[in-house]
């Protein structure tokens, strides 16, 4: 009788941990995955710091298991850690909504997927507790930077009280300084208004208008001044100048421009062409023109400033200057993250006119 050899028993294969992990359906914590990558804490944390005093390979591995196991950073455990938040605050004090979402778009462009995130913070400049009510936001949040929007970004008792909290911040403005005070010197990142209204100027004046209107922001705001005085400078090159009695302050809204637009449409002498500050402002312009019966670009050539989405989606398409919103937003939040913040950084974008269709040359006649 022959006796079979005897067979060994087949040892069954190692469960994955990462499986048995997700079997028990747990939230991941960071000691979950210096455990399952078999790796100190400390290391996960350098990792997710992006320090780069980690191996490439152990790198690799760490973030292969946050990825499988869903690992999140808890922000405010992050921010005991290294004794401050992982947060940007956004404040401003700005009735351009398209403005503000463009701006808020191109900063997350940046601190997306870097653990950071964006708060945003509206407030009212005219307030009595103005500076106050920041101060309470920036310590509270524990922010690590801070990006200014105009026209706060000038105000020089904010950027005071940001120096006393000692937090990083970034002005977004249309120019380095005012005409009667020294430049603020910090990091900024500044967009040549001038330059496009020059060229906003020079594009009417080409097509044979004279006699053009002027939507101004308010006069409490750099940006606006800056336009005005670009649109005064590129006029003066061809020998023309601001007309007063076309000439209407708007609020940088769709509201103010419709009404500044009946003002300056409604004089016995009216333009063939206005140029507004902004995109919102030129937009209110249309629909006056539309009520009184004026065509565009047929009776009256309108143009715009900042090129917002509905710039191109209106009809007729409005001619437009182009300024960077996103990209400048995105600037800024590079500068606060990647960036020494000892060092005061100037980040400078052009301005630039796209014509489309709100534009034609001035009509020979026409009704005033």
């Known amino acids: 009788m022959t006796v079979p050899p005897q067979t060994q028993p087949v040892k069954p294969s190692a469960a994955d941990?990462?499986?048995?992990f997700l079997k028990r359906r747990k939230k991941a914590t960071i000691n979950d995955v210096?455990?399952?990558?078999?790796?100190?804490?400390?290391?996960?944390?350098?990792?997710?710091?992006?320090?780069?005093?980690?191996r490439e390979e152990t790198r690799e591995a760490v973030n292969a298991i946050i990825a499988?196991?869903?690992?999140?950073?808890?922000?405010?455990?992050?921010?005991?850690?290294?004794?401050?938040?992982?947060?940007?605050?956004?404040?401003?004090?700005?009735?351009?909504?398209?403005?503000i979402v463009n701006m808020q778009m191109g900063i997350l462009d940046k601190v997306r997927g870097s653990g950071i995130e964006l708060v945003v913070h509206p407030c009212d400049k005219t307030s009595d507790s103005f500076l106050e009510e920041i101060r309470d936001f920036v310590e509270l949040q524990r922010l690590s930077g801070v990006i200014l929007l105009p026209p706060i970004a000038e105000n020089r008792q904010l950027i005071q009280v940001l120096e006393e909290l000692a937090v990083p911040f970034v002005r977004i403005t249309a120019r380095h300084g005012d005409d009667n005070s020294p430049p603020i010197k910090t990091s900024q990142v500044?967009?040549?208004?001038?330059?496009?209204?020059?060229?906003?100027?020079?594009?009417?004046?080409?097509l044979?208008?004279?006699?053009?209107?002027?939507?101004?922001?308010?006069?409490?705001?750099?940006?606006?001044?800056?336009?005005?005085?670009?649109?005064?400078?590129g006029l003066k090159a061809h020998g023309l100048d601001i007309d007063p009695a076309v000439t209407a302050e708007g609020a940088y809204s769709f509201e103010s421009g419709f009404e500044a637009g009946q003002k300056i449409l409604s004089q016995p002498d009216r333009p063939t062409a206005i140029f507004a500050s902004n995109d919102e402002m030129a937009i209110g312009a249309y629909k006056a023109a539309l009520q009184m019966g004026?065509?565009?670009?047929?009776?009256?050539?309108?143009?715009?400033?900042?090129?917002?989405?509905?710039?191109?989606?209106?009809?007729?398409?409005?001619?437009?200057?182009?300024?960077?919103i996103r990209d400048m937003g995105r600037t800024a939040a590079e500068t606060l993250i990647d960036q020494?913040?000892?060092?005061?950084?100037?980040?400078?974008?052009?301005?630039?006119?796209?014509?489309?269709?709100?534009?034609a040359p001035a009509p020979k006649t026409f009704k005033p």
């Open 17 to 20: 941990p990462v499986e048995e």
């Open 34 to 54: 210096a455990a399952l990558a078999r790796v100190s804490k400390k290391t996960v944390s350098r990792i997710i710091n992006n320090s780069p005093s980690v």
């Open 68 to 99: 499988r196991i869903g690992f999140r950073p808890d922000p405010q455990a992050r921010g005991l850690a290294f004794r401050r938040s992982f947060l940007l605050g956004l404040i401003y004090d700005n009735p351009n909504a398209q403005y």
């Open 190 to 206: 500044v967009s040549r208004d001038r330059m496009g209204c020059q060229q906003a100027a020079d594009h009417l004046v080409e």
């Open 208 to 233: 044979g208008h004279r006699r053009i209107g002027f939507i101004e922001g308010p006069h409490t705001y750099a940006s606006a001044k800056e336009r005005r005085q670009g649109f005064a400078e």
């Open 294 to 324: 004026l065509s565009v670009p047929g009776d009256l050539s309108i143009i715009g400033f900042d090129d917002s989405p509905l710039a191109s989606r209106i009809y007729p398409a409005l001619t437009t200057v182009r300024l960077p």
């Open 340 to 359: 020494d913040n000892h060092r005061k950084h100037t980040m400078i974008f052009d301005a630039a006119l796209v014509v489309r269709d709100s534009t």
